[in-house]
């Protein structure tokens, strides 16, 4: 007989069946076995003034082999609701029963939500790991959001201690109940447990033994989302996005080329209805993780389409708004990454956006604006916009050294300043060959694929750089190269690497965002 446990609130009623069908099971395989081994020793005996006690030994066997299966088949039946049935009475003491129990039932499950809201509050307010494990342990009992908001906790308590411990913590706690609860998670608890195992750098596939389990349970539980059209809530989304993008382990190209059509479908709604700023980040953050897995995504001609649209109503919001220009990066990325045939005026709009934006962008939800100007000015190059006029290339200048109020780094200089020369009609200013010369000397140069570019800069726009400088920049442009690394930088051709997905260091992590209280 095989055991099985369960996470349930007990009822003494319940158990006293249950033990009791048990104490008769029990019974009978215990006699049972003791008649069978009497009636073996009795067959081998030579007396044959025993055939009446063999004969009742026989029959009491098979009786037990005949009655047990009968037994078994009863216990798994629902047992407890048989045992609740009320006797034959009147319709009006059948009434009367029958409201007493619903309202019986109806307080019982008021009581229950409102232990679930007190443990939702014991939660957010635990400051380290012993309190909140300590809330764990004495937690009369939890529901799904109770889960999801241990999980995002404790995601914000692994970021200022321990990450080992709170790993630890996840795998002995929250991994089970969170198993238990994901097939019918809704959106956001579920985007909020996988935005915690990211940020908990916990990889599924490794946690035996729940781990691979936790991560089918999840991958099945979105697709089902998908399918049954229950992706409500765009911070929701932007944190699955978030966590399926940064995740180690692989999801199906079929789930999220679905979960893409689905999240398309609710931004382009949130558009039409919500609110300018909170709509517009989270159309910046969730193109922008789409864009990182643009490979296992097949979007449609038509959803390629409707991508476009989309940009075209987050720019209008953009201009109703310019201080949340930051959404124009994800658009530009997800353009890049998709191959959406987004119109040269359109790309040409959302850049003279950026550029009345305020300035320093300092509402740009990035650790650096100046970087990112610069690579959503790539991005603008890449898909065919590029300045008409040498003062529109100025124009692009002004806004790189306007974005940001520190100093230029190699990063700028080499992806910024790149944008400008690769535009051809760009003629550079004493201020632009100033910072060329700045980043070649810094020491700051680190990687071939810049040294290579500084080169270039300061041979294209006539830098006159120190020998020592060009002597070490040319030492670390042919390292490691081999043979067809010399003859590119000696033909002064293009690098062979190229930035065609955001950096991670481009982004901020979405803000974790707590599950509400009911």
Known sequence: ?????????????????????????????????????????????????????????????????????????????????????????????????????SLSN????????????????????????????????????????????????????????????????????????????????ELRPLANALYALERLQMDLTKEEPLGPHLADQMEARVA?????????????LRQLWYALAHCKWQWSSEVLTALAGGTMKELWRSLQQGSTSDILQSVDNTFHNMSLLAKRITLTEGQKQGLVHIMEAATERVSQDLDSSAAL???FWAARAFGLPVPL??????????????????????????????????NCLNMGLKPETPAEAQQWFELLDASASGPWTVQHVVIGLGVLARAGNYSPTPQAKGLVATAASSGEVRLQDDAFRLLNLSHVWGV?????????????????????????????????????????SAYSSPPITALAMR
């Open 106 to 185: 109806s307080e019982r499950n008021g009581r229950a939500s409102t232990l679930c809201i007190e443990l939702n509050k014991e939660v957010k307010r635990a400051g380290t790991l012993s309190e909140l494990e300590n809330i764990y342990l004495t937690a009369p009992d939890m529901d799904v959001v109770n889960v999801a908001t241990f999980w995002i906790k404790l995601s914000e308590i692994s970021g200022r201690g321990d990450l080992k411990a709170c790993q630890q913590f996840a795998r002995k706690r929250l991994l089970g109940k969170t198993l238990a609860f994901a097939p019918n998670m």
């Open 224 to 236: 089902e989302l998908v399918r049954k059209d229950l992706l409500s809530g765009t911070v929701s």
């Open 329 to 331: 990066r994800g658009l």
């Open 345 to 378: 005026h359109l790309l040409r709009r959302q850049v003279s956006l950026l550029q009345a934006a305020p300035m320093p962008l300092t509402h740009v939800t990035c650790a650096n604006p100046r970087f990112s100007v610069a690579l959503l000015l790539a």
């Open 1 to 101: 007989m095989v055991f099985l446990g369960h996470v349930l609130k007990g009822d003494p009623r319940d158990v006293a069946l249950w033990l009791g069908w048990f104490a008769v099971v029990a019974y009978l395989r215990a006699f049972g076995g003791a008649a069978k081994d009497r009636l073996e020793s009795l067959l081998t005996a030579p007396a044959s003034t025993w055939w009446l006690v063999r004969l009742l030994d026989a029959a009491y066997v098979r009786l037990v082999v005949a009655l047990e299966p009968l037994l078994l088949s009863l216990l798994i039946r629902p047992l407890p609701a048989v045992f609740r049935r009320a006797p034959v009475a009147s319709r009006s003491t059948r009434s009367n029963d029958s409201r007493a129990y």
């Open 464 to 504: 006159a750089l120190p020998a020592e400088t060009e002597q070490k920049l040319r030492v670390l442009r042919d390292s490691n190269q081999g043979d067809v690394g010399k003859r590119q930088g000696k033909r002064g051709g293009k690098p062979r690497s190229g930035r065609k997905h955001p950096p991670s």
